[in-house]
T-cell receptor, first 114, second 114 residues
């Protein structure tokens, strides 16, 4: 079975500092996408960033960037200049082959402290 | 609103009640999903509908009954639930032939079974 694993249930960071959330996955597919979703207390799951597996270049969206290590099957999320509004649950996810079905990790609860 | 609307936001029901959760998407997507999110657990995929056909049912108890009357609407009918069914129920939609877009989620229904 394909799996996505987040080994950090909780993390905290000081405002304006940088934090990295870890994610590993397991698949034998060649064509897939990786995602990070944010779920703030409002419960709305919001797409933060996506990465195409066949692209070498790491995706970046403003203060959010990923470190994609395909051989190691690792997909970490780096948040720079952390803001109080970044406080949320963060889920790593991947879809495999056809159909687009997403497999989610267990989530990491991030707290940004003032 | 993100294009996926779930109602109600909160629901409290007794174990003998019958209720329904509703999800509506305005994005023209062709696949819709029900997920269960319990505290401290990964998101659990319950049902997948593709082009209004149920394509996946992950061993969900029969007290949960999905319905997809058209590509824009998805229901989850509930009856004789158990207290352990209390959770956040998330609906999502996607375009199946576009792996790279991931899902768009609704805000969820917080269900409490008493």
């Amino acid at each position: 079975a394909q799996t996505v694993t987040q080994s950090q249930p909780e993390m905290s960071v000081q405002e304006a500092e940088t934090v990295t959330l870890s994610c590993t996955y397991d698949t034998s597919e060649n064509n897939y996408y990786l995602f990070w979703y944010k779920q703030p207390p409002s419960r709305q799951m919001i797409l933060v960033i996506r990465q195409e597996a066949y692209k070498q270049q790491n995706a970046t969206e403003n203060r959010f960037s990923v470190n994609f290590q395909k051989a190691a099957k690792s997909f970490s999320l780096k948040i720079s200049d952390s803001q109080l509004g970044d406080t949320a649950m963060y889920f790593c996810a991947s879809n495999y082959n056809q159909g687009g079905k997403l497999i989610f990790g267990q989530g990491t609860e991030l707290s940004v402290k003032p | 609103e993100t294009g996926v609307t779930q109602t109600p936001r909160h629901l409290v029901m007794g174990m003998t009640n019958k209720k329904s959760l509703k999800c509506e998407q305005h994005l023209g997507h062709n696949a819709m999903y029900w997920y269960k999110q319990s505290a401290k657990k990964p998101l659990e995929l319950m049902f997948v509908y593709s082009l209004e056909e149920r394509v996946e049912n992950n061993s969900v108890p029969s007290r949960f009954s999905p319905e997809c009357p058209n590509s824009s609407h998805l229901f989850l009918h509930l009856h004789t639930l158990q207290p352990e069914d209390s959770a956040l129920y998330l609906c999502a939609s996607s375009q199946e032939d576009s792996l790279n877009y991931g899902y768009t989620f609704g805000s969820g229904t917080r269900l409490t079974v008493v």
